[in-house]
């Protein structure tokens, strides 16, 4: 909007005014007078709507920016909330089970034979390098026995492993055995599967009559299925390959480096490992709580080793005075956890047989 001044009228006469006023300068001043009120009143009018306006604008814009940024705030914090105490949860859960003393012999692993007829590169129980051993029935029996009386048979699922467990001449018996000593147990028969389309009729008379059940663990080798299959349906045997989630379709190798200068954290050894207070081994009367400290003997003997072998990385079955003082055992670190490099293991390498090297199970 403008405002046009006639030139007979000048700005400086009309404000600054005076006593020799002519009539016609009164009457443009209170003519302008009422013009300039009237242009006030718009002005204000204009100003005062587009105040509301602005104001309307910025407030819409500003409460739409906060919705958007509490919405969003809210979203992330309460994903990265979840997020977050899954994975407290999780490693909580990991260490306490690690931990804590389990309530009872959850799983217990019991080597049949020391050695195999596959021979994994990097085996966990060192079976390429051990020498030929088969476990001894009577010695069994008797651990069995005492094993029973300590934990009034309460032990969760009893695995017959090695080595391969098919190569004892005895395999059937052990299964009765163990079937005699841990009534309520479930049993199984770990097998890499070469030997088993020929055993006998009598291990699958005694897998089924102790209802025990055969888990084959999935090599990349070729096994006579058909046969498999058919013995074990003709006898009622329940088999199944060992890990059959959605994802597993064949054994993969794990590196698992030893470190012979020894100087790991025990502590953050035992926490991280998939082993601790896990895969719980039966050997010769002592119980372990890895299937390292089980075998090392083997790592040691083959290569000229002193890694610790010591009764303080087992417990004594004879000597402990109950389960508890056991399985409080169990979720402790042993002497040998310091020269295990947990941090170094390398997972799912291409599976592949033992050339019996060193650097197969240690850093060289
Ligand atoms: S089949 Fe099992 S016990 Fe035998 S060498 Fe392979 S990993 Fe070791
Ligand atoms: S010695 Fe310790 S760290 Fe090594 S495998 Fe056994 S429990 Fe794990």
């Not at 306006?53 to 940024?69: D, G, H, I, M, N």
Request: aromatic content about 12%; charged content about 25%.
């Amino acid at each position: 909007m403008g405002i046009r001044i006639c030139g007979k009228i000048s700005p400086g006469a009309i404000a600054g005014g005076g006593k020799h006023e002519s009539f016609f300068h009164r009457l443009g001043k209170r003519l302008f007078a009422g013009f300039a009120d009237e242009l006030r009143e718009e002005i204000r009018q204009v100003l005062q709507r587009e105040t509301q306006e602005l104001e309307r604008s910025v407030e819409a814009w500003t409460w739409e920016r906060y919705q958007r940024t509490e919405k969003l705030v809210e979203n992330w914090t309460w994903e990265r909330y979840q997020q977050t105490e899954k994975l407290l949860k999780d490693t909580i859960d990991r260490r306490l089970q690690k931990l804590m003393p389990l309530p009872s012999l959850r799983t217990l692993d019991v080597h049949i034979a020391e050695h195999c007829n596959l021979n994994c590169q990097c085996c966990d129980n060192f079976s390429p390098i051990a020498e030929e051993q088969y476990t001894d029935y009577d010695s069994l029996a008797r651990d069995f026995a005492r094993l029973r009386e300590l934990s009034h048979g309460q032990v969760g699922t009893i695995y017959l492993d090695g080595g391969e467990p098919l190569l004892h001449p005895r395999i059937a018996d052990f299964v009765s055995l163990t079937r005699e000593h841990f009534e309520e147990s479930d049993i199984y028969v770990v097998t890499n599967g070469i030997l088993l389309a020929q055993m006998p009729e009598a291990f699958w008379e005694k897998c089924a009559s102790n209802h025990a059940g055969v888990l084959i663990t999935k090599y990349p080798i070729h096994l006579d299925m058909e046969t498999i299959e058919a013995k074990a349906a003709e006898h009622g045997v329940v088999w199944r390959f060992y890990d059959e989630s959605a994802d597993y379709k064949e054994k993969t190798t794990t590196f698992m480096p030893l470190d012979m200068h020894g100087g790991h954290e025990s502590y953050q050894n035992f926490v991280n490992c998939y082993h601790a207070n896990y895969c719980i081994y039966l050997w010769e009367g002592r119980i372990y709580t890895c299937s390292v400290a089980a075998s090392i003997r083997h790592f040691n003997r083959f290569f000229h080793e002193d890694l610790p072998d010591v009764p303080e990385n087992s417990i004594s079955i004879y000597e402990a005075k109950d389960m508890d003082e056991i399985l409080r055992f169990l979720c402790r670190p042993i002497p040998l956890c310091e020269y295990c490099d947990i941090p170094g293991r390398t997972f799912d390498i291409p599976w592949g047989i033992s050339k019996q090297e060193k650097s197969e199970w240690a850093h060289v």
